[in-house]
């Protein structure tokens, strides 16, 4: 029998536990909007408090469609690092990793149909099944496959809006389904438990449904890609090599990225503008975030040292994206303290705010004591079929 210990405090890429904290910290200000208002159905033009549309217009730009890019890349980054690991010790990679995709699939079921529906686990759980068939392939290889599966794919449905957009003679400004909000508010602010579970699997088949599932997978399965990618070629672990190559990925990726992010408040609010703003505006902020922290990480021990906290939320990635769900839901749903409907973008945001804020404290306490989050550890057992070491002994950790 092989025993798996937890990944020793020195052997972590601090870099990738950084970059998870900081996207855990953008996916929560977008699902906050979600967690307290029916998001899947409102536009901007929702928000009739200046305060609540610019904090709108702020998470819209900067968060929506920036970081689960992110989050879908350091997936496929870490896989490549399990896999390594696991041909180090000697262990079958597809074996290890496909009991690790059926318990993310199956904590991506509970999680979508019992507390939340946004989830992304499951998608990203099939994505990691259909990885298995591509991560023999070298660094070059994938990243042509993640360009190409996005690019064309995505440059034809852009060219083919943009076209539909100029021809019509009809308006196609999206705007608020009013309908449908006031059924969700309805719903989940005062609604049974099983009114809820049905609207909210309705909600998650809406996003997740066979019409939207292929875009779904081709615009998380290539950033994926991207990731291993960036992983087997070295790009954010031979910094002295890539520092150039950063630099200029960042410096193409934050302009461009930003112009296409705020082109719907530039232009109209319509399906062309929101499609280039998330399909092409999202990733290259993305691209901005990876390649950005990673050159400002490199600088100096002083910006090392007050990323830690960040670190030690991103260490327990997992556990911290469901306790978002768990807690927000118990705050604004019937079956909780009922406030769905009636809190705005800004007062979401503070209170996301909070949150986090709760979370690094409780990271920093936590990992006095262990060695990983509880989910993280139920993760690694059931992935390698032996219980780790989890509790901490006393040794010097970095990130304290």
Not at 329 to 337: N, P, Q, V
Request: a positive charge; one cysteine or more; charged letters at 15%.
């Amino acid at each position: 029998m092989i025993v798996i210990q937890s990944i020793p405090d020195k052997d972590r890429i601090y870099l990738i536990d950084l970059l998870r904290g900081i996207s855990i910290v953008g996916i929560l200000f977008v699902n906050m909007l979600d967690f307290h208002s029916p998001f899947l159905y409102l536009e901007s033009d929702y928000w009739e408090n200046k305060a609540d549309f610019y904090t709108y217009a702020l998470i819209d730009i900067f968060a929506q469609g920036n970081f689960y890019p992110l989050f879908a890349f350091l997936f496929g980054f870490g896989s490549f690092i399990l896999m390594n690991r696991a041909e180090h010790r000697g262990i079958s990679f597809p074996a290890l990793f496909t009991r690790r995709m059926i318990f993310l699939l199956l904590l991506g079921m509970l999680h979508a149909f019992l507390i939340w529906h946004g989830d992304i686990l499951i998608t990203y759980a099939v994505c990691g099944f259909i990885l298995l068939l591509v991560y023999k392939w070298s660094g070059k290889a994938l990243l042509r496959l993640s360009l190409g599966l996005y690019t064309i794919s995505y440059g034809l449905l852009g060219m083919l809006m943009l076209l539909i957009e100029l021809v019509s003679t009809d308006s196609t400004t999206v705007k608020t389904n009013v309908s449908k909000v006031n059924e969700s508010i309805s719903i989940y602010s005062s609604g049974s438990y099983a009114d809820i579970f049905t609207l909210r699997f309705n909600d998650w088949l809406a996003v997740n449904g066979p019409p939207n599932m292929i875009f779904i997978f081709l615009s998380v399965f290539p950033c994926i890609l991207a990731g291993m990618a960036f992983a087997k070629l070295g790009w954010l672990t031979n910094l002295e090599d890539c520092r150039r190559k950063q630099l200029n990925i960042f410096l193409v990726s934050f302009p461009i990225g930003l112009v296409f992010k705020i082109i719907p408040y530039l232009w109209e609010h319509n399906y062309a503008s929101k499609f280039v703003q998330d399909s092409f505006g999202g990733p290259l902020l993305s691209l901005a975030i990876i390649t950005g922290v990673t050159l400002l990480y490199e600088q100096s021990a002083k910006i090392r040292k007050i990323s830690y906290p960040f670190i030690r939320l991103g260490r327990m990635s997992l556990t911290n994206y469901l306790m978002h769900s768990f807690v927000c839901t118990l705050i604004f749903y019937s079956y909780g303290l009922g406030f769905y409907g009636e809190v705005g973008a800004f007062t979401g945001s503070m209170l996301a705010v909070l949150i986090i804020l709760f979370q690094l404290l409780f990271s920093k306490y936590w990992f006095q004591y262990f060695k990983m989050g509880p989910i993280e550890y139920v993760w690694r057992m059931t992935t390698y079929r032996d219980k780790p070491s989890f509790k901490r002994e006393k040794e010097f950790d970095a990130t304290r």
